[in-house]
């Protein structure tokens, strides 16, 4: 059960009531538990992590690695050896393109994406083609928005794909994609997988050995954790063979000036000193979403996403992109108001404290292939009410009335 | 109810004035504002350094639509260099709204197509 009354309580910024916040998907707004946890960091024991010997040096240390092992159990890793903290999960997936892509990558073989994906998933690909000369294929949709699974196995019996790189779930559509088929697809013809699960890992109960990708990441702030923290997880075998990614301190064991050793995992892979009060904050995050149980919060998302599918369907004028069941679909919505365009729409909206997302939403190939310039979306957790869904339908009605 | 749509920017998006394209234009570009979509063409007839037509068509939210129209309506018959020395707070006058940051950016493509279009003009005028 999600107690929504005192859920609330624990995000300051819902408690003038002014706010319909539908714009999770976006970014997520941030619980007391979360930045109490980051100014303990910074009041009590602030200090560098894995260097100092002194005692508030050492507790840094130990709520950095905590952090690290509460994010292993989350999303169900073997080993906290397996996880990478980035800045978000563009560095994620940028880490993994430089490294284990320039390693892996050249003429002649095949990455797949989807059209659906994020830029994130895109660009980091696109630059490593320039070197590499590989050959890019974007699996397509369904007219439902779904991913096209004939399509996708269709590439992979080519022979030719290395690398298979899609999102847990779509930012736009909303739609989950079976991953653990594809994971198996995948592999049968010996293509790594990539998942970004920045869409999913907030909103639903994700275990990276069920699924079996080899690399999965995901950013914090989309699930109640600060900006500027995110997380790669990459199976053992995978990190130990990749190259660094960005060189300095913490991630050498022995410097000389001849040449330089790398340190073990994870730390190889994280150079510099870190975010280190994110990663505290982003544990923090973890402990709150799994004392509410990602199961609760996903079975009240599905709540209010079929009302607000219901609800949005009988505005005059709208269509909503993506599937209209909640079936295999997350609470963002994307949709067009005919005779509005999305930004008039957003400003309206955010006129009457309703936080909506209007734009390309970091997806222009997806825009293209619905052939809109933008569209208006909003996204829900598990912090929202009804009443701000008739919110929001009541500022989509007044915005019709302005301009008709 | 609104601060930013008032009834004459609603108006002038659902019917923009000097909307369409010049077949004999001299000089034609088209503004893009990748981060939310919206675009803005227009197309100039100059003749002695001045603005003798101008027909715009573009596609995008209320502010930056009614902006172009309101715009290609202030430069007719104006010559080259008193269009290149319009300022962006005059087009915010024009429009007579308080606008964001964001949006502005909105009310200022349609500057911005006919300020490229007319150095696109000049550049072709000195390769001939």
Known sequence: ???????????????????????????????????????AYYHQYNANIHRAVYPIAERATEEY???????????????VQELVFTRNATEAINLVARTWGTKNLGEGDLVVLSIME??????????????????IHFVSLTEEGRLDMSDLKKVLESGRVKLVALSHKSNVLGVENPVQTIV????????????????????????????????????????????????LYAKRKLLEAMPPFLGGGEMIRTV?????????????????????????????????????DMKNIQKYEQQLLQLALQKLQQVKGLRIFGPLDTKERGAAVSFELKGIHPHDLATILGERGVCVRAGHHCAMPLMKHLQVPATTRMSLYFYNTEEEIDRL?????????LFS | MSNIYLDNIIDLYKNPLNAGQLDQASVSYRAYNPLCGD?????????????IDVRQRGNGCAISQASISLLTEEVKGKSLDEVMAIRPNEVVEMLGIELS???????????????????????????Q
Not at chain 1, 67 to 74: G, I, N, S, T, V
Not at chain 1, 393 to 401: D, H, K, P, Q, Y
């Open chain 1, 1 to 39: 059960m999600i107690d929504l009354h005192n859920i609330r309580k624990d995000f300051p910024i819902l408690e003038s009531g002014q706010l319909a916040y539908l714009d999770s998907s976006n970014t997520s707004l941030t619980p007391l538990q979360v930045t109490q946890a980051m100014d």
């Open chain 1, 393 to 401: 339908i009541r500022g989509i009605e007044e915005a019709r009335r």
């Open chain 2, 101 to 127: 940051p964001v949006r502005l950016k909105c009310a200022l493509l349609g500057l911005e197509a006919l300020h490229q279009a007319i150095g696109k003009y000049m550049n072709n005028l000195k390769s």
């Open chain 1, 65 to 79: 690695e905590n952090a690290r092992e509460k994010l292993r159990a989350f999303i169900g890793a073997e080993s």
């Open chain 2, 39 to 51: 675009e803005v063409t227009v197309d100039l007839l100059i003749e002695d350094d001045t603005i």
């Open chain 1, 184 to 231: 198996q697809l995948a592999h049968e013809v010996g293509a790594k997988v990539l998942l970004d699960g920045s869409q999913a890992v907030p909103h639903l109960p994700v275990d990276v050995r069920e699924i079996g990708s080899d690399f999965y990441a995901f950013t914090g702030h989309k699930m109640c954790g600060p900006t500027g923290i995110g997380v």
């Open chain 1, 256 to 292: 000389e000036t001849s040449g330089s050793t790398w340190n073990d995992l994870p730390y190889k892979f994280e150079a510099g000193t870190q975010n280190i009060a994110g990663a505290i904050g982003l544990g923090a995050a973890v402990d709150y979403l799994q004392r509410l």
């Open chain 1, 118 to 135: 994020h830029h994130s998933n895109i660009v980091p690909w696109q630059m490593l083609q320039v070197e590499k000369k590989f050959q």
